[in-house]
């Protein structure tokens, strides 16, 4: 079951921002992130590829963002899906598909997106030009508002990705990056989250995990000194 | 001869996917596709250009989708087209050109395209910026849906690669690569081909093949025990 | 408080240029340059970031345009805004943050831009996709004519980098560059800051700097000769 | 003067090739290639980049097409034009300026492009952000077909370079590279300049050189064995 | 205090592999993995470094091989060392210093290595050229049989990162991997460890990870279905 | 059982080449080419290292030079052989291991090598750093004169493979290529496996190919017109 | 005049590091850094190259190393030496040349090289293939010990940037970069001069300056709070 | 015939130099520089390859440097040789070749190496790793000092490439590169020369032409002035 959609933080700014994306009217899908298919991704590292959906799950889990996973066969070859998405998103939804390769040929997943009633759909898997870019362009041309994150999928080779990027932006679907999800759906640090928000932006950067530590051991010298 | 329209697949979905490319209204045209020219190629290794070709043949074989090649003056210093493709696409008809740098200036290229009654154009071909791109930007003025398979083409500089790409969206033809051809042509796994395809997805992403590999003999490692 | 609008230099072109950007009607925006963040960036060294943002302070100086900074919480582990700016753009106005990620959601921020009366926003900042993207995409829904300068801003990788240049054109933001930004503010040699102007050609280019120090010795070459 | 705008070649097909375009309704300007520049050049290797300027000068010739050249201030540190160009196109008209970064600034240019009638504007220049993207925007506004040729501009950096193919897109310039031009303005090899054409293609794709002097030699050696 | 020398592992072939390290003989030193300098580091990415550093710390703990640490000056801008390493090889000694940039001029940390008794050392840490080359060539010319981790350090370029490589090999100093030393420390897969050793794999080599998971997904499909 | 070492070719040149390998002492040992490992190897796209181990499998036939193979567990998830070795060098003989990472380790193997009577030892395998290293840097400790095929072996990144080049010089080890194994082993033209020698340099290189296509139908376009 | 060998700071460790650079021996040689050769070096962007030659500058005279320049005619098409060395280094002695590319050539040279009475030689120049191998060849050959600075040097290409490193290796010249240059002269923080070395560390590692920015605000924040 | 050895010139420097090429001593061999060999070289773009090779051969005509050149079979797909080899060096010899690969297999050739009694080899030709590495090894232990000319060749890949340069440095080869061995050459410019040498740099360095450009233009203005 998803989240319901009372989840709008009333900590967000309500006088700007309407170009951006609503994080009350947003629903996260995660498509077919399986063990097999990371072998073939050439665009980005796996653990880099891992690292930022790992980041999307925990994120939301911590804003109450509601998730569906679906995977194509995850137990022929392409394997299974990572585990961290579940482990880390325990409230996300998993739709299985009885063979289609795209997403939006399914009616169940098609019904359970319809079901939630969010309009904006944010979109990540493997490969972006199949498995993200099939269900985009026809969510796309079914109304919604769509977001693909660009490093949050992965692709065979470098070619295919930057073709990815400009088939997305000709169908209307808006490109975009885990860093930049991430903070378009907090978008304030005056939160209660604030926090584990920061933890966050150590996975999508992880030089900024180091700026934190060099950060907080720089505060304790003082203190200590005082 | 070009195959009869009427092999759209009935196990296609029925209910999504308007905005993806419809099998049965799909003509694959392969142009200038020749050894001379190939060794101009530097966006993609040569033999990754020629792989990929040929998965697009083997598909169209395997899936019914009618294929035209032609070449500009194959006894010149052009070279030949690549053997492999009317190897594996013994269907594929050939139109020679006299002359004409872009096919779409040949009429016999354009009644023969007109022909099949097919109005969503697969395009591939070296060098991409010019073999690809007059007759596609000729044909979608003509009102044609039409598609560049990247990297089933080639182009003389990774600077010509990008300018080309950003070409062809300006121009509202659909940049897509070969991975996403075979996706968006067989649809589903559902289907009595599915093995073939599955062949195929080596040869699209080669280190796939190797998963096949593993996952066979895991599982084989496991029927010995049992 | 920033400069009047009054700085429409009288040596502009006066026939031509329709399409460029006017400077008397411009606002330069460097949002978030800190030195926390700075560690973060991969799509640019961060000498050559710094460089370019130096050569903006330096230009709205010379030319009298106004500059707005803003930070989020310098006093975090973001760290402070890079000193040079300040330095060498006294004038600069300095508006904090109440922790929003996006300026725009700032409602003195945006108070200020608007008091200022110039429509054409120049961004640049860290993160690309984040700290300067936001505002954008806000500041052009709401009317205003929006530049990004790629190279003076910065993003976690490089497939963020050629994503956040996507997003910005299909939201309707323009994306230029440190150097086009001085050519485009400057417009003509023919006005006395030019000697001035040679210099910063020096800092977006630095092979510049050597040509002019090669061009001067071999013409102190000659005269010493004569 | 420019030549006459009689030399639309009758060996042109007629039926097809709306979209590209038309040689006798084209004006080729190349815009500040100086050698002071070049060394600011980071986007191609300077020998590439001559090496296609100095083609387009040869091809214009060949084909009959007018040429403007324009340089900003050649005696000064931006170093003087490269003579390949007036070398291999005597008929190149020079325009200089007086002191304007844009072209399109100086009235004189202006009125010279107008008085050859030609619609079709083919530009390339260094920088390409600077020197081809003012005039190239201001001649889109006024109305001109405007084609950005990449591969014959430079930029400094690699992220300034795609930075101005975005802006141009988003322009409304179509961007294109020499080697396209080439096919694009002789367009079939049924022609008298044909073998002179060939030669070209060596410039642009020097592996073709290669292929063609393989290519006479393996013919030869027949020929001595018969 | 390091652990005892008696921990050769009874299970090492005996007859081969005289070219290799001796694990009983071997002493990891992990040299300056400070959150500060890790901001420096341009030849490797952050993420990718401390994954291979946590790697040794694991590897050292599981097969019980002595590990020392040190800092320059942890309170000061180098920041602290990367937590990782104590965490997980709680026997790991950190020896302080005294300001020196070589480990090996501080006698306290040239004594606790004699005290060890053991004569090869395996070095790692940031940066490449400093940290560990400095100790590495002192202790090559005190005799001690010395390996440089290359990818469990960090260099501030890709053109430094070559030099160091080739620095090491002309003073004689061995240059290895963290996936080499994996290897090389464990031998055989026919001891107790093997299973944690397996999942050190998955660090050095991410997409093992992806291996280990398909291959067990593969073996429970037959197993259910037997 | 290897091939017997009277297999020294008389056409082979008799004054020169003391410092080139003798292919009649030459035993080429493949090590460890399996399906999981190959996912890890990130120095070299998977397909060109399948085609440089498929030639030299090949060659090693068309020469008569004897081939071992061996693997670690064949049945766990580093996965099978690749199958290709075996087809196209049905002599190579498999010799099995008990768990050693390092084939030298295992009793069976040295014996096996021993019996060939051969000294000159070419090694290829994954990871270059492991399964080539140890053995060579063994084997070279025991008298014999190692040669490593850099790209028909794999390394899990672009430093680790640096890293290994390196450490093959030190240890007195032979760095070398496919296409140079190639022509080393069969040093002249002047032999009757000419042809399909030939064929193989299209493996190593495959622009190769296109230059025989090329080349064979340039002299049938002169045959015919003859 | 250079400065006397009475430099040796008694502040050095006086037990270990044998192996490395004693800075009371040392002799800085900086050839050829002219802004003409700059425009040919593509290993390294000129802004980092000049960024490291200023740091030697500095290193120099705040440690009282001797410094030697030189040029291969100053007023010819080369160009001046770039000012920052002498003005960073007034200390430093020109010594012209005759004509000879090779700075070991010329008679002055090598005999004030030999009136230093230093044996080490650290060599930095334009080009490094060129201007810093001949002279660092010689003079091994004479019996110095040579490093040569490979990142304050600059060559025509990657291709010779890696031809160079070898053929310094082969000759017995050492390799260093200007980050372990910095380092191995001061050794040890614990000296008067750390506060300006710290400022140097920001020079060749540019993170580095944030990271001490970060860290200084990080300190202030506390001290405010207290 | 080769030229006489009493080309040594009386405006070399007497005194130094030692460990350099002595040019009276040297004999240049060109190996196999052939049209269908240049589609397989990736290491090196092949106009920047025939340019350097181009440069030698006006190089050694100016100097009266012997040069050899030979084939592989020119009649056979792997092409004719440059013809600019010939063309720039007229007193170039061609030894042709009965098959072998490796020149120093050939007695005719080593005969004419022997009879021009000169004993630093300078080699370069495609493949790096075959055509020049094979004679390279073979010169080496028949006691020639052998230099081989790395970007004057080409090798298939960039690992291959690599992995030459190792094995040369490995093998007693030194190593070094087209511009390197200009300088290494003429060694003053203080000879009668020098303008045709000035030439020449602009050849391996083509941003040095437009520096000369810039320079003379420069100069120019002064004049005028004056």
Chains 1, 2, 3, 4, 5, 6, 7, 8 share one sequence.
């Not at 700014?13 to 009350?24: E, V």
């Not at 009885?98 to 944010?122: C, I, M, P, Q, Y």
């Amino acid at each position: 079951m998803a989240p319901s959609s009372s989840n709008k933080s009333s900590v967000l700014p309500t006088g700007g921002g309407a170009a951006l994306m609503d994080p009350s009217d947003t629903l996260v899908l995660l498509l077919d992130h399986q063990s097999g298919l990371f072998q073939t991704v050439k665009d980005i590292p796996v653990a880099d590829l891992r690292r930022n959906v790992e980041m999307i799950a925990k994120l939301c889990t911590l804003l109450n963002i509601p998730v569906v996973t679906t995977a194509s066969e995850p137990s022929g070859s392409n394997g299974p899906l990572m585990p961290e998405i579940h482990q880390y998103a325990p409230h996300a939804v998993y739709v299985p598909r009885k063979g289609e390769v795209n997403a939006w040929d399914n009616a169940d997943f098609v019904a359970h997106v319809e079901s939630t009633g969010r309009k904006t759909l944010v979109m990540a898997g493997v490969w972006t030009s199949v498995c993200v870019m099939f269900p985009a362009l026809d969510a796309r041309v079914a109304g919604y508002d769509v977001f693909a994150v660009i490093d949050a999928s992965g692709d065979p080779s470098e070619m295919v990705s930057r073709t990815s990027l400009a088939r997305f932006v000709q169908g209307g679907v808006k490109p975009t990056s885990t860093n930049a999800l991430l903070s378009e759906l907090h978008r304030t640090w005056a939160r209660p989250e604030a926090a584990s928000l920061a933890q966050l932006y150590g996975l999508v950067a992880p030089n900024y995990a180091a700026v934190m530590e060099s950060y907080q051991r720089a505060q304790e010298a003082v203190k200590k000194a005082v």
